[in-house]
């Protein structure tokens, strides 16, 4: 099966602060997601990555970055956290990249519970 | 451009009887559609998926779902429902025309009544 892993269940933040949530996945997928999760509103795309050392913009990438040194990690980091950004953040993860295979399932971890005072 | 519209926030049906969540989509390309189960503090899970071969789909535990072009919905059903089906359900929709950039819509939140 197919691990998705985010470091931290629970987080609680200062606003201002520098903030990481890490993901990490073991199934050598190429793609790699960052979703926000908020009450009414759905998972919300902030940023994806096809590839090592490629990013790409989703709908609401304001406010965040991320990162990818590997293959199998996909950092979130927000520059400085605001109380909006308390959110649930869900890491998914697909098998091939690029074009190809557009109806790979995606596979997710269990999400990060961010809480910005 | 690409969406999802889920009728119903919040679906509450009594154990042992049918379910029925509603999801319609719009899309300029073939698409690719989902169905995803999220229990509480999890993440989301796959329960089915249509990628242009049958237009009846089986997933795991008992759901089905069944694409109809015309009417552009993609509608998620279950013929008795079970108190471990109560949990929030996500469709979303992948177009063939790009990345895989999928759009999930707002979600239904299942109660199962004992």
Known sequence: ?117 | AQSVTQLDSHVSVSEGTPVLLRCNYSSSYSPSLFWYVQHPNKGLQLLLKYTSAATLVKGINGFEAEFKKSETSFHLTKPSAHMSDAAEYFCALMNSGGYQKVTFGTGTKLQVIP
């Open chain 1, 1 to 117: 099966d197919v691990k998705v892993t985010q470091s931290s269940r629970y987080l609680v933040k200062r606003t201002g602060e520098k903030v990481f949530l890490e993901c990490v996945q073991d199934m050598d997928h190429e793609n790699m997601f960052w979703y926000r999760q908020d009450p009414g509103l759905g998972l919300r795309l902030i940023y994806f990555s096809y590839d090592v050392k490629m990013k790409e913009k989703g709908d609401i990438p304001e406010g965040y970055s991320v990162s990818r040194e590997k293959k199998e990690r996909f950092s979130l980091i927000l520059e400085s956290a605001s109380t909006n950004q308390t959110s649930m953040y869900l890491c998914a993860s697909s098998p091939s990249g690029g074009r190809v295979s557009y109806n790979s399932p995606l596979h997710f971890g269990n999400g990060t519970r961010l809480t910005v005072t």
